[in-house]
T-cell receptor, first 113, second 110 residues
Framework: DADVTQTPRNRITKTGKRIMLECSQT?????MYWYRQDPGLGLRLIYY???????NKGEISDGYSVSRQAQAKFSLSLESAIPNQTALYFC????????????FGPGTRLTVL | GQSLEQPSEVTAVEGAIVQINCTYQ??????LSWYQQHDGGAPTFLSY????GLEETGRFSSFLSRSDSYGYLLLQELQMKDSASYFC???????????FGTGTKLQVIP
């Protein structure tokens, strides 16, 4: 079984809808991250969490919120989806330092019409 | 803030050696890492440098010069399966937050 899983893998939604992307990990890591990937822009950090009680904004947090339900679960929500949030979303985890090695989930391809 | 620069595309011949450069600007530098991503796949970790010098892992090597804010990934004995995007990423600050570059798309040709 995969160490980092994301659901759903693909989602098409309409403008204004609320949507939640979920991430679960079995690696036992405290640190979890949400990234967005757009062609030519690389991976941009949305939110990161170093434990259940610690949540921090990344470089592009506007329009997104997160919930760290447990050490193993980190969810990303779009309260009111808009078309420019169409992108590939990745969840990742790391051990003591995210600067050393991060483990990525398979990604969620989100399309907002 | 942090910024990284790497070439957008590189083409190399199967069996050859290719070097992908990465320059960065950051405060509180913690380390430089490299990731590989095949089309449609997730990024996977390749290597990490916290200190100056060369780190070797099989056909892949990574180099860091902190004084020059520069690093590179060296791929030897290129194989067709090495065709992918390669991202450098810098860790910085007290939280060791990671910022990724925009990626270099490597095409290996016969």
């Amino acid at each position: 079984d995969a160490d980092v899983t994301q659901t759903p893998r693909n989602r098409i939604t309409k403008t204004g809808k609320r949507i939640m992307l979920e991430c679960s990990q079995t690696k036992g890591h405290d640190r979890m991250y949400w990234y967005r990937q757009d062609p030519g822009l690389g991976l941009r950090l949305i939110y990161y969490s170093f434990d259940v009680k610690d949540i921090n904004k990344g470089e592009i947090s506007d329009g997104y919120s997160v919930s760290r339900q447990a050490q193993a679960k980190f969810s990303l929500s779009l309260e009111s989806a808009i078309p420019n949030q169409t992108a590939l979303y990745f969840c990742a985890t790391s051990g003591t330092s995210g600067a050393t090695e991060q483990f990525f989930g398979p990604g969620t391809r989100l399309t907002v019409l | 803030g942090q910024s990284l620069e790497q070439p957008s595309e590189v083409t190399a011949v199967e069996g050859a050696i290719v070097q992908i450069n990465c320059t960065y600007q950051t405060s509180g530098f913690y380390g430089l890492s490299w990731y590989q991503q095949h089309d449609g796949g997730a990024p996977t970790f390749l290597s990490y440098n916290a200190l100056d010098g060369l780190e070797e892992t099989g056909r892949f090597s990574s180099f860091l010069s902190r004084s020059d804010s520069y690093g590179y990934l060296l791929l030897q004995e290129l194989q067709m399966k090495d065709s992918a995007s390669y991202f450098c990423a810098v860790g910085s600050g007290g939280y060791q937050k990671v910022t990724f570059g925009t990626g270099t798309k490597l095409q290996v040709i016969p």
